[in-house]
């Protein structure tokens, strides 16, 4: 069982920075690849960002590539979220995922989840 905490939204003018954080429980968070999804009022929700076991490898969305960095440190069993040049589209409640082994872009593949933070981006 892992159980996963975000923390750092808020509200940002565009062109502005955030960075978020996934705080997770359980001593074996280092078995974990990691995902950032996002979900807007009315939209379904999307992958932003995924990051592996060890952190050597992470993927984006087109839509954020350039502008967020994924990273993560296990030994704080944290991932974080990095991010810059933030526009209005960007704005969603973001949640942190967590599965066993590999990474994916597919919601449906994570077995945790965090209750999310609120980003929103004033223009």
């Known amino acids: 069982q892992v159980q996963l905490v975000e923390s750092g939204g808020g509200v940002v003018q565009a062109g502005g920075s955030l960075r978020l954080s996934c705080a997770a429980s359980?001593?074996?968070?280092?078995?974990?690849?990691m995902g950032w999804f996002r979900q807007a009022p009315g939209k379904e929700r999307e992958f932003v960002a995924a990051?592996?076991?060890?952190?050597?490898?992470?993927y984006y969305a087109n839509s954020v590539k350039g502008r967020f960095t994924i990273s993560r440190d296990n030994a704080k069993n944290t991932v974080y979220l990095q991010m810059n040049s933030l526009k209005p589209e960007d704005t969603a409640v973001y949640h942190c995922?967590?599965?066993?082994?590999?990474?994916?872009?597919?919601?449906?593949?994570?077995?945790?989840w965090g209750q999310g933070t609120q980003v929103t981006v004033s223009s």
């Open positions: 995922a967590a599965r066993i082994a590999t990474t994916s872009r597919a919601p449906g593949e994570y077995d945790y």
């Open positions: 359980g001593r074996t968070f280092n078995n974990y690849a």
């Open positions: 990051i592996s076991r060890s952190g050597d490898s992470t």
